[in-house]
């Protein structure tokens, strides 16, 4: 390794803190200049008592209404008749992260662009069970997907919840609790859920698991993750059908140029990236890699053929793989077809800090 290269990583752990505590596939998610330190990460189970079940909810808002709805785990049946639902339409379930609020701002712009595009919109609300550290969190997730499953398998019937109309999108912690769902779900009823979207689904507990505890493409008819700070926050492996590896997947352009966008900005620019594409459907085309490692140094432009994909709700199913997506540094950053071309990634981050160490 060079002196330069040498100084890149350096400067990496200086500036963000990592470490190489955590082992890694390397065939599966190439070479990481290192980890974020990591929380431990317990294997035993945290029952959640019957009578906590009240404070899990399921906001629901209906495609044609303006109302919203909160049903508990025990008030299923009561969901069953909510008078605002369209069944014939699809469903949309966000899964809020780790700390998330359904009726923060992230859930509610999400509601709003859903419910344009025709949508039924429910936020599941599991706040009262994430108050505490990350590492309890993220072994309740699997206790509550226990129950959000069988809430969703209890809708299962005629004339209500089709789940080939469901989708679920998540940023963070809730990709995973997500894929505990539709996990559970499958369980259930033989059946999976349409689709899932991950947003950066999280690294910390879950990078060295394997399909069945973490977000898996067998977890759906069609996965699809949006990886924007693979070895910080977020998880290198291409769980999905389809991975989109934003700017390389690990860390975003600024929108100051001269102003790395750091660990955390990194991580949540993927929520953002996804509010642009639903605004801008066709605007964000990545180009195919070989490899994770092909996406982490943008070397796929020279492939050939150039196989190109949508990130968004227009990605073509069909077309399955590890994709490398530029950006602009500024919202509502795409590029079209201008991204493209190697030229336009160089100019995109030419007078950027973090270029120096990518």
């Known amino acids: 390794m060079d002196f330069l290269k040498c100084f890149r990583l350096v400067l990496i752990a200086v500036i963000f803190g990592m470490s190489t505590a955590m082992y890694s596939s390397k065939v599966l998610e190439g070479y990481p200049a290192g980890y974020l330190g990591l929380v431990d990460c317990p294997n035993e189970t945290a029952p959640i008592p019957t009578q906590d079940l009240k404070h899990l909810f399921m906001i629901v808002r209906g495609a044609n209404s303006t109302k919203k709805i909160s049903y508990n785990y025990n008030q299923t049946s009561l969901l069953a008749k909510d008078p605002y639902m369209d069944w014939s339409r699809k469903t949309i379930v966000y899964v809020s992260g780790y700390t998330g609020n359904p009726r923060a701002s992230d859930a509610t712009a999400l509601e709003a662009h859903y419910i344009k595009l025709g949508y039924n919109v429910w936020c599941l609300d599991e706040f009262f069970f994430y108050m505490t550290k990350y590492s309890i969190a993220q072994v309740r997730v699997r206790q509550i997907a226990i129950y959000v499953g069988k809430m969703l398998a209890d809708l299962t019937q005629p004339g209500l919840l089709?789940?080939?109309k469901v989708e679920m999108i998540s940023m963070s912690l809730g990709a995973h609790?997500?894929?505990?769902?539709?996990?559970?779900?499958?369980?259930?009823t033989g059946k999976k859920i349409g689709r899932l979207t991950g947003l950066d689904p999280s690294g910390p507990c879950f990078r060295n698991a394997g399909p069945a505890d973490r977000l898996d493409d067998s977890d759906a008819d069609f996965v699809d993750v949006v990886k924007t700070n693979i070895d910080g926050n977020g998880i290198a492996a291409p769980i999905g059908h389809v991975n989109f590896y934003v700017n390389g997947g690990e860390y975003q352009i600024g929108d100051i140029p001269s102003i790395p966008c750091g660990t955390f900005c990194?991580?949540?620019r993927a929520?953002?990236?996804?509010?642009?594409?639903?605004?801008?459907?066709?605007?964000?085309?990545?180009?195919?890699?070989?490899?994770?490692?092909?996406?982490r140094f943008r070397r796929c432009f020279d492939n050939?053929?150039?196989?190109?994909?949508?990130?968004?709700?227009?990605?073509?199913?069909?077309?399955?793989?590890?994709?490398?997506?530029?950006t602009k540094h500024s919202f509502p950053y795409y590029l079209g077809k201008k991204g493209l071309k190697e030229k336009t990634d160089k100019m995109m981050r030419q007078n950027a800090l973090y270029s120096i160490f990518l």
């Open 162 to 164: 089709d789940p080939a």
């Open 177 to 188: 609790v997500m894929s505990f769902i539709a996990k559970n779900y499958h369980e259930r």
């Open 266 to 268: 990194s991580h949540m």
């Open 271 to 295: 929520y953002i990236y996804w509010l642009s594409a639903l605004e801008n459907p066709g605007g964000f085309i990545g180009v195919k890699c070989d490899s994770v490692q092909q996406a």
């Open 304 to 326: 050939v053929p150039q196989v190109t994909n949508i990130m968004g709700l227009n990605t073509d199913k069909s077309k399955p793989g590890i994709y490398y997506l530029t």
